[in-house]
């Protein structure tokens, strides 16, 4: 099973790649289609709304579909998008391309993970789907600063032919290695709907949504930032990428570790770290040693918020970790595509390359806030308490619906 897992792993590497590259070729993709750089943001903007859309509506299809085929389907989504972005004429139909491959992300890692953790004896469950996301993680610190590097020298549009050639590899990999898998049985869509009844999932998603916006304000504008305020190369972003995508593997992994031993706690230290470090950003960003290891330490405290994030939502969604799962995936995204227009706004009012990461640091600190507000909820439902009324003690306990 270890090679149907490989090409798991290689369709999320793939999906990682494209998803993170656009920030490290936006100038040269803005300067060929002769628009601004918040324009050009859109591509990032567009295709985290593509996921949050693609998430739900492609995993309730796949309910209907043999896991095999839709995962198959699925990619061939990611293939046709990003080869449509590497040949597009005009600014528009890039956007385009890059939305259709976003429809196929939420699904792919929601479908995916259940499907790696069938293709394993229960007690190995968690590294399968540890396996297929390490994916994703390696694309940062591999696919993403050498996609830049194509792109600066060879064109972006090799860059994107040659994500979609990733991509035809993962699709064989899951045709040739992956076995037939029967679709769920007794799935309903209402059972999974029902979960999002719960105030908890839905505080939960909102956490996801501010705290790694947070990140992307600041990531979605890195080269512009770098190379106009810090004064490093072109060449350059390249390796900063590479800094920023060790910082995440770091704090994925660190994120993982606590998750299931203080998973608040851990929200409430990376989220709090993530806001001061994001506000540092706007004076580290001036310096190129201390802009160096702000944007590792932002990578790190932004990914170590991701393992807590999904497994407080899985926690909490009672009985629908499919839906719950692909849908927080979108969360992620559309904390992308609204951090990375709100970067562009205040870039285009004339704040300055610097000001997306006061954008980021009041998300996280929102998040942060959300944190607070969720786990006081949770002691107020478990614990009765009483309350005096009119001098007499009166007993209130609030109900926890399952």
């Known amino acids: ?181 029967p679709k769920p049985e007794g799935v309903h869509l209402r059972h999974e709907l029902a979960a999002f009844k719960n105030v908890q999932v839905l505080l939960a998603m909102a956490m996801t949504v501010l705290g790694f916006g947070g990140v992307f304000a600041a990531i979605t504008y890195i080269a512009p930032m770098m190379t106009h305020v810090a004064g490093f190369a072109d060449g350059s972003v390249t390796w900063l990428l590479v800094l920023f995508g060790l910082g995440m593997v770091g704090g994925n992994l660190i994120g993982g570790k606590f998750a299931d031993r203080a998973l608040m706690p851990m929200l409430y230290v990376s989220l709090g770290g993530l806001a001061v470090v ?44 499919t839906l719950a799962s692909a849908v927080n995936i979108g969360a992620f995204n559309l904390g992308n595509a609204l951090s990375a227009w709100l970067g562009g706004l205040v870039i285009a009012a004339g704040l300055g390359y610097t000001a997306p990461n006061w954008v980021g640091a009041v998300l996280a600190a929102s998040a942060l806030v959300l944190a607070v507000l969720s786990a006081a909820l949770e002691r107020r439902a478990d614990n009765p308490s009483t309350v005096v009324a009119g001098g007499a003690p009166v007993e209130r306990r609030t109900a926890v619906h399952h």
């Open 278 to 321: 994001l506000a540092l950003f706007t004076v580290t960003a001036h310096n190129k040693i201390l802009a160096a290891v702000t944007i590792a330490l932002i990578g790190a405290l932004g990914f170590a918020t991701v393992p807590p994030l999904q497994k407080r939502v899985l926690d909490q969604a009672h009985g629908a970790p």
């Open 1 to 181: 099973m270890p090679l149907a897992l490989l090409a798991l792993a290689i369709g999320a590497f793939g999906i990682g790649t494209t998803e993170f590259v656009i920030m490290g070729v936006l100038p040269e993709v803005a300067g060929d289609f002769g628009v601004s750089i918040p324009t050009a943001g859109l591509l990032v903007t567009g295709y985290a709304l593509g996921v949050v859309i693609g998430a739900p509506i492609m995993t309730a299809l796949g309910t209907k579909v043999p896991r095999k085929r839709m995962l198959m389907l699925l990619m061939g989504l990611f293939v046709l998008g990003n080869l449509l972005s590497a040949v597009a004429p005009a600014f528009g139909l890039m956007l385009a391309g890059r939305v259709v491959a976003s429809l196929a992300h939420g699904a792919f890692f929601g479908i995916g993970s259940v499907v790696a953790a069938e293709l394993v004896a229960p007690e190995k469950k968690a590294g399968a789907i540890a396996m297929m996301f390490s994916g994703l993680t390696i694309a940062n610190v591999v696919g993403v600063p050498l996609g830049t590097l194509i792109g600066q020298s060879a064109g972006w549009r090799v860059t994107f032919a040659g994500v979609a050639a990733l991509g035809l590899i993962g699709l064989l990999g899951i045709a040739k290695l992956v076995p037939e898998l």
